[in-house]
Nanobody
Framework: QVQLVESGGGLVQAGGSLRVSCAASGRTFSSFSMGWFRQTPGKEREFVAAIDKSGTTTYYADSVKGRFTISRDNAKNMVYLQMNSLKPEDTAVYSC?????????????????WGQGTQVTVSS
């Protein structure tokens, strides 16, 4: 029902910042809770952040809390992940995901739609 396309990945030095974006199709973007996940080769996909349908409530993994900020613009069908104070261990493919369920459920990985992902590499 919704297609997701990420952008904004790249190479950044440790301590730097980067913002990745997710563009969603459809006319009912506000009916979806949104989230960001990341994955490195040989490892399981890891929850990063989630945001509720109205953009008023957010959830973060402990590993990124205080450094990353998830936001959304329902008028533009966009969701963003602002990443500050980046560390080499943040290196991963970052993917956005959507679900019609509550945002709090995203931490369990039960999203219905997934983007292709964008590579973020943090050098030391």
């Amino acid at each position: 029902q919704v297609q997701l396309v990420e952008s904004g990945g790249g190479l950044v030095q440790a301590g730097g910042s980067l913002r990745v974006s997710c563009a969603a199709s459809g006319r009912t973007f506000s009916s979806f809770s949104m989230g960001w996940f990341r994955q490195t080769p040989g490892k399981e996909r890891e929850f990063v952040a989630a945001i509720d349908k109205s953009g008023t409530t957010t959830y973060y993994a402990d590993s990124v809390k205080g450094r990353f900020t998830i936001s959304r613009d329902n008028a533009k069908n966009m969701v963003y992940l602002q990443m500050n104070s980046l560390k080499p261990e943040d290196t991963a493919v970052y993917s956005c995901a959507a679900t019609s369920r509550l945002a709090i459920t995203i931490q369990r990985g039960g999203c219905d739609y997934w983007g292709q992902g964008t590579q973020v590499t943090v050098s030391s």
